[in-house]
Nanobody, 118 residues
């Protein structure tokens, strides 16, 4: 029912910026909570940022003040603006959709690789 496709991952120098995008299929995007997760080699997957249908947000402490999550419901697209990138931000970044009232049902993209050099 829901397909998520991430894009925007690149090799970037430390201190630089990237914007990730996640395009979602379907007509119920507006009511989904959306999130970005990431997984670095040798580490478990972690929540990076989340945005609710009412636009409330929360961030991992490690990215607070540097990353901004946003959504464009008309485009059914989720974004992650990443500034002041650090080598420790290197990871595969995954888009996640959480439909309301459907505990245990969520959707994942295949991920996009962000590599921060230096």
């Amino acid at each position: 029912q829901v397909q998520l496709v991430e894009s925007g991952g690149e090799l970037v120098q430390a201190g630089g910026s990237l914007r990730l995008s996640c395009v979602a299929s379907g007509t119920m995007f507006r009511i989904y909570a959306m999130a970005w997760y990431r997984q670095a080699p040798g580490k478990q997957r972690e929540l990076v940022a989340r945005i609710s249908s009412s636009l409330s947000t929360n961030y991992a402490d490690s990215v607070k003040g540097r990353f901004t999550i946003s959504r464009n419901n008309a485009k059914t697209t989720l974004y992650l603006q990443m500034n002041s990138l650090k080598p420790e931000d290197t990871a595969v970044y995954y888009c996640n959709a959480d439909p309301p009232f459907r505990e245990g049902l969520e959707y994942w993209g295949k991920g996009t690789l962000v590599t921060v050099s230096s």
